[in-house]
């Protein structure tokens, strides 16, 4: 795969309305040798069809953008594409009932970055359906600082809330706990009430999960390798992101009646599990998927970190990239080394 990270000089500044035409974009190609990536000046009329224009001010990065970006994973349906699973910006344009220039608006998934151009641009144009109102309490920066991670961590919550899981019915385990969905569904379950064990690989990330909220520190491995199908109960749901055997062992170490939300396969996508957890202990499992979610769902998931994720709490979690180090980045959250969330500054 080749990848040129030289961002090249553009005529947009963000901002100054639809009159200007060029803008940059994070783009990815596909021909005979292979994958390339590159930042790309880009003219207005290369932006898909739409009912609304956007001048995005921040995306960030998620694990599915660095599958697209390292091409590890076929996520990307056709080319030239634009990755960016996320964004957050300003109308400039719009022909939806629903939007108007100038209102602060959020993306997340919809396919956006893998068959619809996405947001590691300076300009987007999709349907105004897939967006929801910036809530009040956070900017955009913050609000890419929770980005579709934050936002499946939160479906998660209220999964496991729907799903009859109680603070005084013992821990929740949040697996992958470092990234993004555990980063931010151990603060929300922490102000919940739950009290949180947060398993991980990086023993010298305790603090970082303790300032978070955990009040235990559980070693992956003690979750990656095959078990037996019923184990000791531990826990009283789980928020996993992991999938294949810390998903099968989460399920088997659940309490009676308790509840896991499922919503990643950062270990694999395979479920080598039984039916053990299920039919002997009325174990609940929740699949989570937050990229057709509707947009009720949605609303409330982004009213609850409106009202439970402290904006501060963000800047523990996340760390700023420009649009051209996202390319770079993407291939270090391929190999584990990113703690928590990734926000890209689209203009710089």
């Given at each position: 795969m080749r990848i040129d990270v030289t961002s090249p000089s553009t005529t947009f500044l963000p901002g100054e309305g639809t009159a200007l035409q060029k803008f940059s974009a994070v783009v990815i190609e596909k021909g005979e040798s292979g994958q390339s990536v590159s930042v790309t000046d880009l003219e207005a009329s290369d932006l898909p069809q739409g009912d609304v224009e956007i001048e995005v001010d921040y995306s960030s990065l998620n694990f599915k953008d660095a599958l697209a970006i390292t091409g590890s994973?076929?996520?990307?349906?056709s080319f030239p594409m634009v990755p960016g699973i996320d964004l957050a910006g300003t109308?400039?344009?719009?022909?939806?009932?629903?939007?108007s220039a100038g209102d602060r608006v959020v993306l997340n998934g919809w396919g956006v970055g893998e068959s619809h151009w996405g947001g590691f641009a300076q300009r987007a144009r999709?349907?105004?359906?897939?967006?929801?109102?910036l809530p009040a309490e956070f900017t955009s920066r913050q609000a890419m600082a929770i980005g579709t991670a934050g936002y499946t961590a939160s479906l998660c919550v209220e999964?496991?809330?729907g799903g009859g899981v109680r603070p005084d019915q013992g821990e929740v385990l949040v697996t992958g706990a470092t990234g993004g969905v555990g980063s931010v569904a151990i603060a929300l379950l922490t102000k919940a009430g739950f009290s949180v064990a947060a398993s991980t690989g990086k023993t010298t990330e305790s603090a970082y999960l303790e300032q978070l909220g955990a009040t235990t520190i559980v070693d992956r491995a003690e979750l990656a390798e095959k078990g037996k199908?019923?184990?000791?109960?531990r826990w009283a749901g789980v928020v996993d992101s992991v999938g294949s055997h810390t998903l099968a062992n989460a399920?088997?170490?659940?309490?009676?009646g308790g509840a896991v939300a499922a919503c990643g396969l950062a270990q694999g996508m395979d479920f080598p599990a039984s039916v053990a957890p299920f039919i002997l202990r009325g174990v609940s499992l929740l699949g989570i998927d937050s990229v057709m979610a509707p947009r009720q769902r949605r609303l409330t998931a982004w009213n609850r970190l409106a009202r439970d994720l402290n904006p501060d709490a963000?800047?523990?979690?996340?760390?700023?990239?420009?649009l051209a180090d996202a390319i770079t980045s993407a291939g270090q959250l391929m190999d584990g080394t990113i703690r928590g969330r990734i926000v890209v500054d689209v203009n710089r």
């Open positions: 994973s076929p996520v990307v349906r109308v400039a344009d719009s022909s939806h009932p629903d939007w999709l349907k105004g359906d897939w967006l929801i109102p999964a496991l809330l199908p019923l184990q000791k109960e399920c088997a170490q659940t309490r009676y963000l800047e523990s979690i996340a760390h700023e990239v420009s």
